[in-house]
């Protein structure tokens, strides 16, 4: 059973100090932040010098440092990328590479989606740190499982390959298999379901950020960084595949920390341990439907809170289905258009860290207009890395002046 988890408060110590404005600091343009913007934005710099109305050459100077942009072209620039003309004046921001970020379809991703999608991280790092900076969350308690040199490739085959019948073989799937097992039983889960993924994860130190990225090649993406793991969730899927994205991205952190997390085969090493985790071998034996059919899968995925396909897959990777019922289900599921959407589908899960720390400053008698003034930041672009909770939580907060720092705010995350 997952613990219940809270904040609480060290005495004398408030949220009202953390606000400060210090005017005699004086900040010069950087041209990093408008490299980040401009890719956040998934903008070649051709396309924003159309909208801003100068000339490429001089969009490349401005990223460069060797020439900084005009008042009006700056206000221009603000507008086109909608980002805050002081977002622009910050310090350098981490920008996450593509060999560190285990994108799933990284070769079916345009380049412009893989940059938005990279810029998105490199706003969370940067709200990150603004949060860490008053708030004191849980440390990373997430083991290295993986195999110094690269990872054993096990046989399988990519979850979006259009070949059902290339699914893990019950020899093929020991090796995350026993990942899964090794982790469950690290982190005490036994062989219980996991009501809740993010939550779990949130508790085991990992930061988990959402991706507001209607693109179905972004599916989710994470990576490791100051000695910190994050985990990024594209929104716009079922929360069964969320879920399952979490847990593939989770098989990333722990059984690729030695390898760049790209390619087929760490995809499937990923795709096998996210559905051992999820679908314990041992629970799955005990409450497996005695006759594997579209009715009973549906029934019966609530019990794991997964999808239909990654239920089908696992009876038949556990050797409890033919490959004929197999392959049978999976036709069934194209025909139904379950591979597209969900049948009785759950609730999306949502960071129970970030609302707690929305709502904490909430109490404070913080709006999101003062968050997004500290971070230089729209409220928008927040509140779309924060599940949506940023816009709900701070909803209604009085906006007021900023004040001087005495003391560092904490709030830590301890289990109730």
């Known amino acids: 059973m997952m613990s219940s988890w809270k904040f609480i408060r060290p005495m004398g110590r408030t949220l009202k100090s953390i606000f400060v404005v210090k005017h005699d600091e004086v900040h010069m343009f950087n041209p990093l932040r408008l490299t980040l913007a401009r890719k956040r934005r998934g903008m070649k710099k051709r396309e924003l010098a159309s909208q801003v109305g100068v000339t490429e050459r001089s969009v490349s100077s401005y990223e460069a440092g060797s020439q900084e942009p005009e ?3 700056l206000k221009n620039i603000s507008k086109a990328l909608r980002f805050p003309e002081a977002f622009f004046f910050g310090d350098d921001p981490e920008f996450p590479t593509p060999d560190v970020a285990s994108f799933r379809s990284l070769s079916k991703m345009t380049a412009s989606q ?3 999608a990279l810029g998105a991280g490199a706003v969370a790092l940067l709200l990150n740190e603004w949060i860490e900076s008053r708030f004191e969350l849980p440390n990373p308690d997430v083991p290295d ?3 110094e040199g690269g990872a054993n490739t096990g046989g399988y085959k990519d979850r979006h390959s259009k070949e059902p019948e290339a699914y893990p073989s019950h020899f093929s799937a020991q090796t995350p298999e026993a990942a899964a097992e090794m982790l469950r039983a690290h982190w005490g889960l036994g062989e219980l379901p996991i009501k809740n993924m993010i939550t779990l994860l949130e508790s085991k130190g990992v930061r988990v950020f959402s991706l507001a990225i209607d693109a179905k090649e972004v599916d989710a993406f994470s990576m490791w960084k100051g000695g910190r793991p994050y985990v990024f969730l594209n929104t716009f899927k079922s929360a069964e595949h969320c879920r399952f994205d979490a847990a593939h991205e989770l098989g990333h952190l722990v059984l690729h920390q030695h390898a760049q997390p790209h390619g087929p085969d760490l995809e499937r090493e990923a795709n096998a341990f996210a ?4 679908m314990p071998r041992a629970s799955v034996l005990a409450m497996a439907p005695r006759s594997a059919t579209l009715s009973s899968l549906i029934r019966h995925k609530r019990n794991w809170s997964v999808s239909v396909a990654a239920l089908n897959y696992r009876l038949h990777a556990l050797g ?4 004929w019922t197999y392959r049978t ?3 069934q599921l194209a025909q139904a258009g379950y591979r597209t959407s969900e049948p009785e589908s759950i609730n999306h899960e949502k960071s129970v860290v970030l609302e707690k720390v929305f709502s904490a ?8 207009t003062d968050v997004a003034h500290q971070l230089s ?6 509140n779309e890395l924060t599940f949506g909770l940023m816009l709900n939580a701070l909803r209604g907060g009085r906006t007021r002046n900023d004040e001087s720092v005495s003391r560092r705010a904490q709030l830590q995350l301890v289990k109730g």
Request: one cysteine or more; a negative charge; aromatic letters at 6%.
């Open 145 to 147: 499982l993986g195999r």
């Open 114 to 116: 893989r940059d938005s």
């Open 320 to 323: 409890l289905t033919s490959d």
């Open 329 to 331: 289900l999976c036709i």
């Open 275 to 278: 559905s051992a985790f999820l």
């Open 71 to 73: 008042s009006g072209t």
């Open 377 to 382: 930041i729209f409220p928008d672009e927040i």
């Open 361 to 368: 400053l909430r109490e404070e008698g913080l709006s999101k």
